[in-house]
């Protein structure tokens, strides 16, 4: 029979056997389209289907693969020394058919792989949209999720699907160890990406409903959180690699080996001393937040006359605009309708409706119980007041506003920026320190 190849050959020994596309499609559960992909070869079965392509059409593998066979009585013609030449290069060829459709089918899971991916990029993109255009930030970490576990979720079955169609295909184990490990590998990128996204919009967890993160704190925390969610895959990975080895899933040469070994000890002495580095600057920074915090650090107004206290609560100031924070972390609120001056009601202890002049009277009484100021609260901004009451006086009397409690955290935030400064050069660091001594 004349050399073919195996879309040629499949569609000889269908017709040989009085079959068409679709008998032959039904036996192997694909579609006639499959099957007419493969014999226009323009595709080729997966490696699983070979034994079963074989055994359907009476024909070895190697016979399938290398697409042709020798009829019985050529093989009598043949020498003994002739025959063993013939099954050798048979061999061969079938093996290098055998690699083809194996670099086919890494190419195929590739592909899947970037579909994967995709479906995670889409996943930070509809979370980036929520928070910066529609200010829900929760929402878009919720939305942004689904998005992940359905990346992580496609990722496995095609891990899945491209183990499954070597399984049984007669390859060498080296080979299929090589199969696995970029299986493996490619895996592991994809899911290290989708923890990567995860990680940037955690921090937005942490927002009330109708509030999104602005641009700076979402990539300072974003950021932050991103470098911790990886560092904790890497631990990850650390433990899930070895398994895989023990497990005997794919295998090493000697070599590799013995630099996967070095390298394996080389991360856990650098994670050791990343998490020293990292935990001494961690108490050091709640330290200072603890110690110096917004309130601690805040500038005060202090009054020594009750003239100018009087003038100052008597302004007519509304309330400052409320800054949220978390952790030093800055939003952006929706804005609420406001009350139409004017049209407020006050009632007193007893429900009795009063004017707003007496709503707004307030007394200071000294430690003795007698009023020493008196005065209309109309500042709105004012957040605090403290004053130690003696005999026959309040002085001096300290108020805050929200405008010097927002100075405050924006000075507080800066604190966080070094800190996370700090961090990402630690990160950085230990990154360095380790590619420069591991072993290629």
């Known amino acids: 029979m004349e050399q073919k190849t195996i879309g040629k050959f499949i569609t000889a020994l269908r017709k040989a056997n009085g079959m068409t596309q679709k008998d032959l499609a039904d036996q192997l559960n694909v579609s006639d389209k499959t099957v007419s992909r493969w014999e226009r070869d323009e595709g080729a079965p997966d490696l699983a289907m070979i034994p079963v392509i074989a055994e359907i059409f009476g024909v070895t593998c190697d016979e399938l693969l290398r697409g042709e066979r020798k009829s019985p009585a050529e093989r009598k013609l043949m020498s003994e020394q002739e025959q063993d030449y013939e099954e050798q290069e048979f061999t061969v060829k079938g093996e290098k058919q055998k690699q083809r459709l194996l670099k086919l089918t890494l190419s195929q899971y590739q592909n ?202 008597e302004q007519d100031i509304p309330a400052e605009p409320y800054e949220h924070f978390s952790g030093g972390t800055t939003a952006v609120e929706r804005p609420i309708p406001q009350e139409v001056p004017g049209t407020a009601t006050y009632y007193d202890q007893y429900g009795n409706e009063i004017t707003e002049e007496e709503a707004r009277h307030r007394t200071l009484e000294d430690a003795n119980g007698n009023v020493v100021c008196e005065y209309q609260d109309r500042n709105e901004s004012i957040i605090s007041m403290q004053y130690s009451p003696k005999d026959g006086t309040v002085l001096p009397i300290t108020v805050s506003t929200q405008a010097d409690l927002n100075e405050a955290r924006q000075l507080a935030s800066v604190r966080h920026m070094i800190f996370a400064g700090v961090y990402m050069i630690e990160v950085l660091a230990v990154l360095l320190v380790y590619f420069k001594l591991r072993k290629k």
Request: proline share 1%; hydrophobic share 55%.
């Open 112 to 313: 899947r792989t970037y579909i994967a991916m995709g479906i995670s990029v889409v996943g930070i993109i509809v979370a980036l949209i929520c928070n910066l255009a529609f200010l829900k930030a929760v929402l878009g970490f919720l939305l942004g999720t689904v998005f992940f576990a359905a990346s992580i979720v496609c990722q496995a079955i095609f891990i899945n699907r491209s183990f499954l169609s070597v399984e049984d295909a007669g390859l060498e184990e080296q080979g299929l160890s090589r199969f696995k490990r970029s299986v493996i590998g490619l895996a592991q990128k994809s899911f290290g990406l989708t923890i990567a996204f995860l990680g940037f919009t955690f921090p937005w967890i942490s927002m009330d409903a109708y509030v999104g993160l602005n641009a700076d704190s979402m990539l300072l925390y974003g950021a932050l959180s991103m470098v911790a969610f990886l560092m904790a895959y890497a631990v990850v990975l650390y433990f899930v690699n070895d398994s895989l080895l023990k497990k005997e899933v794919y295998s090493l040469s000697e070599k590799e080996t013995v630099i996967y070994r070095h390298n394996h000890k080389l991360k856990a002495r650098c994670t050791a001393g990343f998490l020293i580095v990292v935990a001494i600057t961690f108490i050091v920074h709640q330290a200072m937040t603890t110690i110096w915090g917004p309130f601690s650090i805040m500038e005060r107004t202090t009054f020594h006359d009750y003239e100018s206290f009087i003038a100052f609560m």
